[in-house]
């Protein structure tokens, strides 16, 4: 039975209809236990409490003739056997303590057609983020977006017409965070691959991360301050908010090293020299007041600084942290790149076991506040997700996030791995501002590109950094 036919869905100048079969909900293959589960202080904050989607692209195998949806369904049922938490529902207690009912109930998952191929959507320039036909490739049934009492993961199987598909998902972001997400899919994977068990097994120890008698705040965790929220752009007010997503191949990466001390190149990753250079260069598009404050908040993972004892790899609960770089508009702009990326990597290596231990008892004694997002640039690395790989078609065309940013925070961007240009494999990061400031944006990173070319003996690429603009 065909729940309805939407209105057409549009991506720059596609156009297509997807078709959608009733909501249903896929319970754990065997029965699982119940009871209340507690989550961590860090998962239950409240910059967390929300849902967060991804969205992977696959290619049609002509050598199976396997239904996508059939084969994800069947994973999904099978996973939740050992991550059967995901079939309960969240429950608030005191001190908006949240806990999970394992009720069993399971989640949400839609069937779904599309009259698209996926060279279309390659000719036309849509597989990147933020993709405005989503809301057809992961359908917003009602009431399953709300933090308490409802689904924790909504999924949708859209198949296309040349035989490829897309999956997309949709997490409690307080049950999980990336790298949660990505072991549960990974396991989906090995049951369509014909396991009979994770080869990563889950485990819950939310406790790791939870405190019973809170201690002192021993670090400083600026993420947190409170702060009013004051506008960074001068004279932008009432000045339409854009998107457009940036590719950064080898060539652009080469580019922002140049502008970089050899040694200081050497000891840092890509994602370190590219979010700061884009910190640096949004900065200067915004035009905030030169002594307004501007925030960097480094996603980092915080895994391997869990070792007494080591956190166990199939944890699959929260756990990183939002560490703040700050410094004053003014020498955000007018020093080198490098006093920023050297800001970076400070945030970065401020994330110690310690700084795990402290940020919990800070969760505890404030009432799980959210992040400070006043002048702040958000970035995370979701690379990950491109290795989402069923088996039987291949790794994601795309893999990665779905939405330009962090819920209702424009100041925040997502590094998805991708193919452009030729094969290329590069970096594209989504970035959203007032549409005078995305102009100026553009023409930064244009004559940044242009003048180390053209200073490396190089001729400019005829190809367009800029991917969208929607």
């Known amino acids: 039975m065909e729940l309805q036919i939407p209105s057409p869905a549009m991506s720059g100048s596609l156009t297509f209809k997807v078709r959608r079969q009733k909501p249903e909900l896929v319970s754990p293959a065997k029965p699982t236990p119940r009871g209340f589960k507690l989550l961590s202080d860090i998962d239950d904050q409240e910059g967390l409490r929300f849902h967060i989607p991804t969205i992977f692209f696959y290619r049609h195998n002509p050598k ?59 000719e036309k320039d849509a597989l990147k983020p933020p993709f405005p036909c989503f809301e057809e490739l992961l359908f917003d049934v009602e009431g399953s977006s709300e933090v308490l009492n409802a689904p924790l993961m ?42 009979q068990a994770p080869t ?50 080898q060539r652009e990466m080469s580019a922002i090293r140049r502008l970089l001390p050899l040694n200081l190149v050497n000891s840092s990753t890509d994602i370190e020299t590219l979010t700061s250079f884009l910190w640096r260069y949004r900065t200067i598009a915004l035009r905030p007041d030169p002594n307004k404050e501007m925030r960097l908040i480094f996603i980092v993972n915080a895994r391997s600084k869990l070792k007494t004892p080591p956190l166990s790899p199939g944890y699959y609960g929260n756990a990183f942290a939002f560490p703040v770089a700050i410094v004053t508009a003014k020498d955000l702009t007018e020093k080198p790149l490098e006093f920023a990326l050297r800001l970076a990597k400070e945030a970065k290596s401020s994330v110690t076991e ?52 962090v819920a209702d925070f424009p100041g925040s961007s997502f590094c998805v791995s991708a193919e452009k240009r030729n094969g290329e ?21 244009e004559g940044v590109f242009s003048s180390q070319l053209a200073s490396n003996g190089g001729v400019k690429s005829p190809d367009k950094l800029i991917l969208s603009s929607l």
């Not at 303590?97 to 390659?122: M, N, Q, R, S």
């Not at 819950?204 to 008698?213: D, G």
């Not at 702060?227 to 004279?235: F, K, L, S, T």
Request: net charge positive; hydrophobic share 45%.
């Open 64 to 122: 199976t003739y396997s239904d996508p949806v059939a084969v994800i369904r069947r994973a999904l049922a099978e996973t939740l056997v050992y991550y059967y938490p995901f079939a309960g529902r969240l429950r608030e207690g005191p001190n908006r303590k949240l806990a999970v009912d394992c009720t069993g109930e399971g989640v949400l998952f839609i069937e779904a057609d599309a009259d698209v191929t996926l060279v279309e959507f390659e």
């Open 154 to 195: 909504l999924m949708q199987v859209t198949r296309l017409k040349c035989g490829g598909f897309i999956f997309a998902v949709r997490i409690n972001h307080a049950m999980s965070d990336a790298a949660g997400l990505a072991l549960f899919l990974k396991t989906m994977c090995d049951f369509a691959r014909g396991y």
């Open 200 to 249: 990563v097994a889950p485990v819950w120890e939310r406790h790791r991360l939870s405190t019973r008698v809170p201690l002192p705040v021993s670090h400083a965790h600026r993420e947190y301050d409170e702060m009013p929220v004051i506008g960074v752009e001068n004279g932008g007010k009432g000045d339409n908010l854009v998107v457009r997503s940036f590719f950064f191949g």
């Open 354 to 405: 310690g700084y795990m231990r402290s940020l919990v008892n800070l969760m505890v004694k404030k009432g799980r506040p959210s992040f400070s997002s006043d002048g702040a640039f958000l970035v995370s690395d979701v690379r990950i997700f491109s290795a989402i790989d069923f088996g039987i078609w291949g790794k994601p065309v795309y893999g990665g996030i779905g939405t330009a940013g």
């Open 425 to 445: 494999t590069g970096i594209i990061v989504p970035i959203c501002l007032p549409e005078k400031a995305m102009q100026r944006f553009v023409k930064e990173l």
